[in-house]
């Protein structure tokens, strides 16, 4: 199976507050686990990547934790700001020889409220 | 900063129709990608271009749907006759080699009437 899913679908938090958004895979022949943030009339950005042999990765204010014998991934968001306010996806990539293919989640619209 | 364009942002077109949708991806990357999103649901890989040839799509990708790269600079992706389906907001990507990232334009809004 080729799916990713994630959880909510929105998400409200307070500023300063910490956002958490989950998601989980099946298919274990994915080899790295990316979030992208888009914003309103944007494409979708890289934010920040884990590979599946890394419990943690920590980048400023986000930090992905991954089980991998859960086949779950999330997304914290610290401290969060008005400015983080956006959509999230998780994605995981299948590395090819000419070509890597992200498969998406479903996306999470978070709003942060000042 | 060098960023992923895509002409036009919004197109509306009538079912049966063909359609263009054009891309820049950024200079000296040579992977490129179209995904879709239909509205309301997750982002949909279609296609990777490398080398000048296809080398992966999808099962949306059907025979409806073809990529090209006519000159050094454009990607495009043309849906010969289009559906009702097909109103999606398209997006072209690209990357430098087979890294994690891949940078995306801020997509095609597709409007099949």
């Known amino acids: 199976q080729q799916q990713v899913k994630q959880s909510p679908q929105s998400l409200i938090v307070q500023k300063g507050g910490i956002s958490i958004i989950n998601c989980a895979y099946e298919?274990?022949?994915?080899?790295?686990f990316p979030w992208y943030q888009q914003f309103p009339g944007k494409g979708p950005a890289l934010l920040i990547a884990?590979?599946?042999?890394?419990s943690e990765k920590k980048e400023g204010r986000f930090t992905i934790s991954f089980n991998k014998s859960a086949k779950q991934f999330s997304l914290h968001i610290m401290d969060s700001q008005p400015g983080d306010s956006a959509t999230y996806f998780c994605?995981?990539?299948?590395?090819?020889?000419?070509?890597?293919?992200?498969?998406f989640g479903g996306g999470t619209r978070v709003l942060v409220k000042p | 900063e060098p960023e992923v364009t895509q002409t036009p942002s919004h197109q509306v077109t009538q079912m049966g129709q063909e359609v263009i949708l054009r891309c820049v991806p950024i200079?000296?990357?040579?992977?490129f990608y179209w995904y879709r999103q239909i509205l309301g649901q997750k982002v949909e890989f279609l296609v990777s271009?490398?080398?000048?040839?296809?080398?992966?799509k999808s099962e949306i990708f059907d025979d409806q749907f073809s990529v090209e790269r006519p000159d050094g600079s454009n990607f495009t992706l043309k849906i010969r006759s289009t559906k009702l389906e097909d109103s999606a907001m398209y997006f072209c990507?690209?990357?430098?080699?087979?890294?994690?990232?891949?940078?995306f334009g801020p997509g095609t809004r597709l409007t099949v009437l």
């Open positions: 200079s000296n990357h040579l992977y």
């Open positions: 271009f490398y080398n000048n040839e296809i080398s992966e």
């Open positions: 884990i590979r599946p042999d890394v």
């Open positions: 298919n274990t022949a994915f080899d790295y």
């Open positions: 994605a995981a990539i299948i590395f090819g020889a000419a070509g890597n293919k992200l498969t």
């Open positions: 990507a690209s990357s430098p080699g087979l890294v994690i990232a891949q940078f």
